[in-house]
């Protein structure tokens, strides 16, 4: 006759539910994964689909109860380092959809906005756009896997129990900052263009008064800035390819122990 002891029920239950919390963490506020188109099951399907197959590769779990307060105290801590993350993943889609803001608002139709199923919220069309092409190049990139390599990756670095580094929360605030250098450098051919040409605009409405300006400067803008970003869209692959390896990196200092 099998006997299971309660101190074996907690210690499996504990080398399951550790892991899983920490991974469902991070698939919820991943990019791709954790959208809102994603289905729910899809997500709690794969986080225990993870959990099951690094279990038996990952150092023994504290002997804690899941229900004591030391137990609950080591359920938040894995949610705040696979929150941690997860945001840091998608703080690159962040930078992209700042470049559409931008442009679209130079542009002229900033206030041309529909609902996005992925962050469930209205955005500039010139975002979305940017956004739905970032996630092509970023499964091209192969982004989801490397999402799922640094979930195994996390767990080596700073084991179950062991409570993010405080240069983690550095690095995490740090990276947050660099979105906007992102943001900018991904919109600058567009800014660029766009200054220039209402700057000769300008020019040409002190030269020649009796031209309504607002007649031709909307379809000049809108025509030069759909040109711009036709042009220096294909740069926008090797400008991911850095934002990805940047975050993976970045994303490992998080949980890098000093």
Do not use: C
């Amino acid at each position: 006759m099998i006997s299971v002891t309660s101190a074996q029920l907690d210690m499996w239950l504990a080398a399951f539910l550790y892991p899983l919390v920490r991974v469902l963490a991070l698939i919820a506020s991943a990019p791709i994964f954790g959208d809102q188109q994603t289905p729910v099951r899809v997500k709690i399907g794969l986080s225990v689909l993870l959990a099951i197959l690094l279990g038996p590769t990952l150092s023994p779990m504290p002997s804690v109860p899941v229900g004591s307060i030391q137990g609950v105290l080591i359920i938040i801590q894995q949610v705040i380092i696979g929150s941690a993350m997860g945001f840091t993943v998608r703080l690159i889609f962040s930078a992209v959809e700042l470049a559409g803001e931008l442009s679209g608002m130079l542009m002229g139709i900033g206030f041309a906005s529909f609902y996005d199923i992925r962050t469930a919220s209205n955005s500039a069309v010139i975002s979305q756009w940017l956004g739905i092409i970032a996630s092509l190049v970023f499964l091209t990139l192969n982004g989801h896997l490397m999402i799922l390599s640094l979930i195994a990756e996390s767990f080596h670095a700073l084991p179950v129990g062991q409570m993010m580094p405080a240069q983690g929360y550095y690095a995490l605030v740090k990276w947050g900052a660099s979105i906007f250098i992102y943001g900018l450098q991904i919109s600058l051919p567009l800014l660029a263009a766009l200054l220039i040409t209402n700057l000769a605009l300008g020019i040409l409405n002190r030269a020649a008064q009796q031209l309504n300006l607002f007649a031709i400067g909307f379809p000049i803008t809108l025509t030069i800035g759909f040109l711009i970003l036709s042009v220096s869209l294909p740069y926008l692959g090797p400008i991911m390819d850095r934002m990805t390896a940047d975050v993976i990196a970045t994303s490992l200092k998080l949980v890098t122990l000093p």
